[in-house]
C-alpha cells in the first residue's frame, strides 16, 4: 500500500512538484505518529481515531498510562503490533516516547514521538 508523505508538520510533501510517497514500513510509522498526534474525539470523521491526551499529559501521569494509550494507538494503525521497547521521558512539560514494536512475523518498527 501507498500513501503521501508527509513532512514534519503534516503537510503533504512535495518535491520538484510531485508529491512524494511511501509504502511499507515507512507507511505504516508515518500512520502510528499520526494517530499517536491526534487526541481522541479531535478527528470530526472518525471519533475513535487517535488517544486520549489526558492520559500523557499532566499532573500524576504514570509510565503504565502513557505505555497503554500509545499501545492503543499502535493497534488502532495495526492490531498485530506489539510494543517490546518503550521508554519515556519528561522534561519541563515535554513528553518523549521511544518504541520498538514487533508483529508476529517478526518484523518490528521503531518510532520517537514527542508531545509538547
Not at 513532512?7 to 505518529?33: A, P, R, Y
Not at 494503525?77 to 512475523?105: G, P, W
Amino acid at each position: 500500500m501507498k500513501g503521501f508523505k508527509l513532512d514534519e508538520n503534516g503537510d503533504i510533501s512535495i518535491t520538484d512538484g510531485h508529491i512524494d510517497m511511501v509504502s511499507d514500513i515507512e507507511l505504516e510509522k508515518q500512520t502510528i505518529k499520526t494517530v499517536l498526534q491526534t487526541n481522541k474525539g479531535e478527528w470530526p470523521l472518525n471519533k475513535d481515531e487517535g488517544i486520549d491526551f489526558n492520559q500523557i499529559q499532566g499532573k500524576g501521569i504514570t509510565k503504565d498510562m502513557i505505555y497503554t494509550q500509545v499501545q492503543s494507538g499502535i493497534r488502532q494503525v495495526n492490531n498485530e503490533r506489539t510494543i517490546n521497547e518503550f521508554s519515556h521521558t519528561i522534561k519541563n512539560r515535554h513528553l518523549t516516547v521511544n518504541i520498538t514494536a514487533q508483529k508476529s512475523d517478526g518484523s518490528s518498527i521503531s518510532i520517537e514521538k514527542e508531545w509538547d
